[in-house]
């Protein structure tokens, strides 16, 4: 890799971090989900900035071509972060659930409440 793509890159991930703070600064995303991504934009900058990486990472894994390493190592992070999310959205489903049948539970005695009020004047 040369000079000028390794100075590419790393303005671009600079450009990425700073829109990711930007965000969260302005509570478009949590902290907790802007982290991974300043966890892999660190570490596109270290692989940009020291490319001979992926190729001692490639001849440890027993990876033939050095390039590949990076195709499965994004791999495993969107398995990570799919599974992250996944279980979020698991989080989030039992809650609604649950308020849904508080609501519903409200719901019912607040009818029920109407209607012996209903009563009550009715005398």
Not at 41 to 58: D, E
Not at 66 to 71: D, E, K, S, V, W
Request: glycine share 6%.
């Amino acid at each position: 890799m040369n000079v000028r793509t390794q100075i590419l890159i790393a303005i671009l991930v600079l450009l990425g971090l700073a829109g990711i703070v930007r965000l969260v600064k302005k509570n478009k995303i949590q902290l907790k989900y802007a982290l991974p991504w300043c966890f892999l934009a660190a570490a596109i900058l270290l692989l940009a900035l020291f490319p001979q990486g992926t190729v001692w990472l490639a001849k440890v894994s027993g990876v033939g071509q050095h390039i590949n390493i990076i195709f499965f190592l994004g791999f495993c992070f969107l398995l990570v972060l799919i599974f992250a999310l996944t279980m979020v959205v698991s989080g989030l489903s039992q809650k609604a659930k649950r308020a849904i049948q508080e609501l519903g539970i409200l719901r019912e005695r607040l009818d029920a409440l109407e209607k012996l009020l209903e009563n009550e004047e009715k005398r």
